[in-house]
């Protein structure tokens, strides 16, 4: 990404959720908590206030329709993945620690941290980005944001000496950012991220592109669009898996495969109950659960 800008991929992001939260075919999907912070995060990144106006409107429903059908129903059942999981494991006090990296305009953890008091929350993201988050969540006292550059620092590094504890059983996020590392930036991203806690019960949950046996790591009917368009805003795709060998590499970085959530998991769960499963949805991107090695690795 551009070092001194939000992540550009982060904003369309979040200007995506808004499109979704006001589309009645998508109703339920994102909810109005959700949209609230996404609309603070985006005017304090841009610096002004946005509204969905028609050309705002079209210009999204424009980008999505060059680049990728169904992107942005993605990012939201994603999301909803990830909250559910999250949750999951909060509610059943699995875990004490919430670690999210590179979460762009995502509010699940400003969400979370007000029903989960006495869990603590850290959020590590490019300070590029994190800084229009900064001016909206302020004063939370289970919530501190971090800045990183992964490709020069280490989450283990950035939380030591924070109220982060190695001993409480953590769950860490990573959504959409390993595709943006290189093979060996990655390799150090897991292998930190695993030194980062002695506890049992410790997991992980990030996004991966799934590489495809033509050895492409885009999106499965991606445009030339979308390349062009991550190539312009530096955000270009470095690293991706294909889903079998997730289980070998994982064990590699001091994890046990746990389960992967891809397109047609996400449409069975989310979208076949609300009559929405004839829906498009991008694939080529999907959410793997990971659990931490017990003891040392
Ligand atoms: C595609 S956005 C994803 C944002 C968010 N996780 C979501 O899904 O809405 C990529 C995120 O990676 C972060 N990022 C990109 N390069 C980074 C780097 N070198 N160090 C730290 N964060 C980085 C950006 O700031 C941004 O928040």
Wanted: proline share 3%; hydrophobic share 45%.
């Amino acid at each position: 990404m551009k070092q001194n800008t939000p992540s550009a991929t982060a904003l369309l992001i979040a200007k995506s959720q808004l499109l979704l939260a006001d589309d009645a075919l998508f109703a339920g999907i994102v909810d109005r908590t959700r949209a609230n912070f996404y609309r603070r995060f985006v005017e304090a990144a841009i610096g002004t206030p946005w509204h969905l106006t028609l050309v705002n409107r079209y210009w999204l429903k424009f980008i999505q329709r060059i680049s990728l059908p169904g992107l942005y129903l993605h990012y939201a059942l994603r999301k909803r993945c990830i909250e559910q999981v999250t949750r999951e494991f909060l509610e059943a006090a699995q875990i004490q620690q919430v670690v999210g990296i590179a979460s762009g305009f995502d509010p699940l953890l400003a969400m979370l941290c007000e029903h989960f008091k006495k869990v603590e929350f850290f959020e590590l993201d490019h300070p590029a980005t994190q800084q229009a988050k900064r001016a909206v969540l302020q004063n939370i006292n289970n919530l501190t944001l971090l800045p990183i550059d992964l490709t020069n620092q280490s989450v283990f590094d950035v939380l030591h000496g924070t109220a982060f504890s190695p001993e409480k059983p953590t769950l860490f996020i990573a959504e959409g950012i390993t595709m943006y590392l290189d093979e060996q930036e990655i390799r150090r991203f897991f292998g930190h991220i695993q030194s980062c806690t002695v506890a049992d019960n410790c997991y992980f949950l990030f996004t991966y592109m799934n590489k495809q046996s033509s050895g492409s790591i885009q999106f499965e009917s991606a445009t030339k669009w979308v390349e062009w368009w991550l190539w312009l805003k530096k955000e270009v795709f470095k690293w991706g898996i294909a889903t079998e060998d997730l289980p070998d590499f994982l064990s590699a970085m001091g994890y046990r495969f746990v389960r992967v959530f891809d397109a047609d998991s996400l449409t069975k769960e989310y979208l076949a109950s609300q009559g929405g499963k004839n829906r498009i949805l991008a694939r080529g991107e999907n959410i793997c659960l990971a659990q931490r090695f017990c003891g040392s690795f």
